[in-house]
């Protein structure tokens, strides 16, 4: 089974605070996924990476930025956190699209709330 | 239009009955078809795939898929209470792209 695992499932910050958001895979999987789900709005992506070193943006980039030295990590990382980015922050990972598309694999979220 | 369209509901079903969940997509050349189930307050966890016209069968869930109409639908057969979830749609489109539809929420009465 795939297993995608973020550091914190609760998470409480300041105003203006620099926050890290770990999330690593065990399945060798090339493609990694931030999003953030709000409620009315669905699922959100921030950022996607198809390799070592490479990311994209996604449709909701603003204030956020991520990091992906190694194959199995992908940080999500907020410059200086707002009262806005108080959501749930999804990672997840697929493997790279073949004949077929691969469906993603979440890990279990991290709610942040920054006040 | 959205890509991926889903009614929000709550759909609500009594137990033991027949749960159809709806999902259109406006891609044409979408291939790739995803079923989630996300409890209130976790994560979404894949419960099927679809790439094919039809149907496919995985327990008491059916996956329909009708490319020439744009939709795929999601059955559950004989509904539970712990079946009482938001069901996510996921399409990937021609650009293997994956859109998700917001969700429609099952809730299975005892």
């Known amino acids: 089974d795939v297993k995608v695992t973020q550091s914190s499932r609760y998470l409480v910050k300041r105003t203006g605070e620099k926050v890290f958001l770990e999330c690593v895979q065990d399945m060798d999987h090339e493609n990694m996924f931030w999003y953030r789900q709000d409620p009315g709005l669905g699922l959100r992506l921030i950022y996607f990476s198809y390799d070592v070193k490479m990311k994209e943006k996604g449709d909701i980039p603003e204030g956020y930025s991520v990091s992906r030295e190694k194959k199995e990590r992908f940080s999500l990382i907020l410059e200086s956190a707002s009262t806005n980015q108080t959501s749930m922050y999804l990672c997840a990972s697929s493997s790279p699209t073949g004949v077929r598309n691969s469906p993603l694999h979440f890990g279990n979220g991290t709610r942040l709330t920054v006040t | 239009q959205k890509e991926v369209e889903q009614n929000s509901g709550p759909l609500s079903v009594p137990e033991g009955a027949i749960a159809s969940l709806n999902c259109t997509y406006s891609d044409r050349g979408s291939q790739s078809f995803f079923w989630y189930r996300q409890y209130s307050g976790k994560s979404p966890e894949l419960i099927m795939s679809?790439?094919?016209?039809g149907d496919k069968e995985d327990g008491r869930f059916t996956a329909q898929l009708n490319k020439a109409s744009q939709y795929v639908s999601l059955l559950i057969r004989d509904s539970q209470p712990s079946d009482s979830a938001t069901y996510l749609c996921a399409v990937y489109n021609a650009g293997n792209m994956l859109t998700f539809g917001g969700g429609t929420r099952l809730m299975v009465k005892p």
């Open positions: 679809i790439y094919s016209n």
